[in-house]
């Protein structure tokens, strides 16, 4: 995605970025963020923190449902090119239909692509950023490419909220030390490099994965695995708890899908594995690969 | 200052521990917090983005006077070691009289203490906050003896407020790059060398700078120069703008007193210029230090 250098602005990761714009929301107004039926429960924490309800929106085979059941909300955050923790793509009617909505209520979508780097099998999907830049806030970060614990995201912000979102960057900037050191690294070629190197190598791992299940647990439905570095491994209904036990025994750390879920949440529940694979180090993996295919069900 | 590590929380520079602090006030239904009537005008904005009236403390040569006029507000933000701009330090009976308050009311105080490493002349100046660690929070900061850039300060809390300030650091944390490098600095004792070093060269700017006052504008009294790196050089009644624009002319960056006014600060203004000598680099010391004697009146 290429912006006008104007509109971007770096914060402390992608938490950093969601904060200044949770204050601006709320300074105007706003006390409704509607969010995913699925997503990370600290980014509802920090909205409700800064004073926004986070009503969750429904969800089908499509992707999110805009604003059925929030009507209310002056803005949504979502992740639209592959949905956190689900990993579908959000469907072009839908996208259409979201950005329609803020026009039509003068909303802001808060696009959050947090694993935009690492897409596998098809064409690229556009940010949603690019259907209406007036509209819609960009939400990147480096925290999957490089590291987490580097504090450092991006936004892409409408003309029209770049002095405000400035002005509320005060206590919030990474550090200059930080900055320079990636701006040195995209402008060296260096970043898109690694990029490449870790989404081959991550892709492989996917591979792997796909391929282990398919044979040691050919039952289990393995979803959302065109992008990102997580799979979602869905399971006969009821047996959840017990395979993140059983994983837990086996030394893994996967999260059960429920733990994601919104409690409002007016879908009925899914069982599933939300399993990461862009950990452990390779000398690590295989014996990974075959504790989970143990642990399943 | 030895304090609990367990209190101790890491924050983006002082600016940073002052937003999540606000931010903490705020959800507690703070409406106002108490700024001193000299100050730096962004602090006040940070806390009035995030709601808060900032009501002028008043002062006189014994230093602020806590809560004649200003007694609705729930939190007092002061320098109290060597106050920003005028330089004097909080004389223990308003230190004394602070923490009363604060006692009496359930008040917080919040103590810059932004460049507590730089003390010259006589016996450090204890923290407030070893009268009483449950009333006041004590903030410091690596961007006057490091570089303002690095976004590094640290936030000593009152137990109570631990696990709040935790909690509202999601998006505000620094990286954890910087974070390790000021760990080991610290721990080497490469950041006691370093601050002892810049002592030392930063004393010798001072007395520089005090000498070639007295010696070619004997008028101008010098304050403030026990601690720190700025002076306040006392102007006849009047003359403050004009000799601001005569140090620009000469190429020096000086800021004249009026620009730290509160704007409702009931006290008379003070004509005088804030006279930073932590830059230029020594190669261009001399030469500053012969415009800033041509400029004065």
């Not at 926004?52 to 909300?73: E, H, I, K, Q, W």
């Not at 996208?95 to 780097?117: F, K, M, N, Q, S």
């Not at 405000?164 to 005060?170: L, P, Q, R, S, T």
Request: a positive charge.
């Amino acid at each position: 995605m290429r912006a006008d250098p104007d509109r971007i602005v770096v914060c402390a990761g992608f938490l950093g970025g969601l904060g200044v714009l949770a204050d601006l929301l709320r300074r105007r107004g706003a006390r409704s963020v509607a969010v995913e039926s699925y997503g990370l429960p600290h980014h509802r924490r920090l909205l409700r923190r800064a004073g926004c309800d986070t009503p969750p929106l429904p969800f089908d085979d499509r992707g999110t449902r805009p604003f059925d059941d929030a009507a209310t909300a002056r803005a949504v955050l979502l992740t639209p090119s592959h949905q956190f923790p689900l990993g579908l793509p959000l469907h072009p009617e839908r996208r259409t239909a979201l950005i329609d909505w803020a026009r039509r209520t003068g909303g802001l979508v808060l696009e959050d692509d947090y694993d935009g780097e690492f897409r596998y099998d098809r064409q690229p999907v556009g940010a949603l950023q690019g259907l209406d830049p007036d509209r819609v806030v960009y939400l990147g970060t480096a925290s999957k490419s490089l590291a987490p614990g580097l504090r450092l995201g991006w936004l892409v912000l409408p003309p029209s909220l770049v002095e405000e979102v400035m002005d509320g960057m005060a206590g919030r900037t990474p550090g200059v030390l930080d900055q320079l050191t990636l701006a040195e690294f995209l402008g060296s070629g260096a970043y898109d490099r690694h990029v490449r190197a870790a989404r081959l190598r991550y892709r492989r791992r996917r591979d792997a994965l796909v391929a282990a299940l398919a044979e040691r647990a050919p039952d289990v439905r393995v979803t959302g695995i065109a992008a990102g570095l997580h799979a979602v491994l869905q399971l006969p209904p009821g047996t959840e708890q017990q395979a993140v036990r059983a994983a837990a025994w086996h030394g893994l750390a996967v999260h059960g899908l429920s733990t994601f879920r919104h409690p409002d949440a007016a879908v009925s529940p899914l069982d599933a594995l939300v399993v990461g694979y862009g950990t452990p180090p390779d000398h690590a993996w295989a014996g990974a690969l075959d504790a989970l295919c143990r642990a399943l069900p």
